[in-house]
């Protein structure tokens, strides 16, 4: 695969792709082209009505499909990060601040500050990896995209609660995110309380857990949050997730269709809202197994108390026995068995001559000895 940049009588510097692949894999990229994009199709018709671009989706969704494994090693350094400092939004706001994009010198002092020195030998590895199109330099949407979806998902969201959401406050941001509840401490949001908060917004816990890791600048060790007390989120914290649009770009991130730059904002407040129609969707589309009547339950009941009865039952008898005695039962109730077997097998074997015409008896009497 080679990259190409295209700047030659251009406005807008472009990207070719050139790959050269074996005559079978070409062939069977070929032969699977409808059924992918079949699949495209229905993934791009998931988000309609979001307000995102339909062939930016097809796109997405094609080179996800195309795109290899994420390297080991990138997950476990994105696993360190988030377990050293919180989060890995919170890495790029201590070590880069607000930057928009970071080049590979930056990169690299940052990774020697890990003070890990496993970390600090694969910084190629890890760059390779990140900076995927080859730009020189990388943005927080690479290090943690799932992170940044969810943040921007908050902004919008607290945005649109606010009366005059291009002209606002943080500080008139977190009032109103924690006017719906009594705060322990006043101008600070632990992690419950900011769960509670978010729960109106429409987020889950685990969303809103990660949306708290996400923004708390203190994050990071047990030990560190021992010394500093509870974990908390300020209004300091607020306006920094107001000035996310400096950071990474969210229009191109949300894969909104271009129109106006007025109508931008309300897009993506759409698009924010526009998840939890898909996630109500996905729950109506999702087959449901029938919910067993009350006469169903009854039994079921009745048969686990029966069984839990027995159980109660059989438990103090065998404690009183010992192992040998365990033993001597368990093999005498196997010899039981196999006389019953032979038994019935006997009962089902034809007469013979001498007791046709009369009944047969299953046990036959004892031989008289013989008199000489």
């Not at 050293?84 to 930057?99: A, D, E, K, Y």
Request: a positive charge; charged letters at 25%; aromatic letters at 6%.
């Amino acid at each position: 695969e080679v990259l190409v940049v295209l700047t030659e009588g251009l406005s807008t510097p472009h990207v070719c792709e050139i790959r050269l692949q074996e005559l079978c894999f070409f062939q069977a990229a070929e032969d699977a082209r409808k059924d992918i994009l079949r699949v495209c199709h229905g993934i791009a018709g998931l988000y309609e009505g979001s307000g995102c671009d339909r062939a930016r989706l097809e796109y997405l969704a094609r080179r996800s499909l195309h795109l290899a494994a994420e390297p080991h090693g990138i997950r476990v350094f994105r696993r360190h990060l988030a377990r050293v400092f919180g989060s890995i939004p919170v890495v790029w706001r201590r070590l880069f601040g607000s930057q928009l994009h970071v080049p590979f010198q930056k990169f690299k002092e940052a990774c020697q500050q890990l003070g890990t020195s496993s970390y600090q030998t694969h910084v190629v590895e890890y760059w390779q990896s990140l900076d995927v199109g080859r730009s020189g330099c990388i943005s927080l949407f690479e290090l943690d995209p799932s992170s940044v979806i969810l943040l921007i998902k908050l902004r919008e969201r607290l945005l649109n609660n606010m009366p005059n959401p291009e002209n606002v406050e943080a500080e008139a941001v977190f009032a109103s995110l924690s006017s719906k509840i009594t705060p322990l401490r006043a101008g600070c949001l632990e992690a419950n309380e900011f769960r509670n908060a978010l729960r109106g917004l429409g987020f889950s816990k685990g969303e809103s857990e990660s949306a708290f890791a996400c923004l708390d600048a203190q994050g990071g060790t047990a030990a560190s949050q021992k010394a500093r007390g509870p974990a908390s989120i300020t209004s300091k914290d607020v306006q920094w997730l107001l000035r996310l649009p400096s950071i990474v770009g969210i229009d191109a991130i949300t894969l909104l269709e271009g129109s106006e730059p007025q109508e931008m904002p309300m897009k993506r407040r759409q698009w924010a809202s526009f998840s939890t129609i898909l996630k109500q969707k996905m729950q109506q589309q999702r087959p449901t197994r029938p919910r067993p009547n009350q006469q169903q339950k009854q039994q079921a009941s009745s048969r686990r108390s029966s069984q839990q009865s027995l159980q109660s039952m059989a438990r103090p008898l065998s404690e009183d026995i010992s192992e040998d005695e365990q033993s001597r039962l368990g093999s005498l109730g196997s010899h039981s068995q196999s006389l019953q077997d032979a038994l019935d097998a006997s009962s089902s074997l034809p007469l013979d001559g001498a007791a046709r015409g009369r009944p047969a008896n299953r046990l036959q009497q004892p031989q008289q000895p013989q008199q000489r």
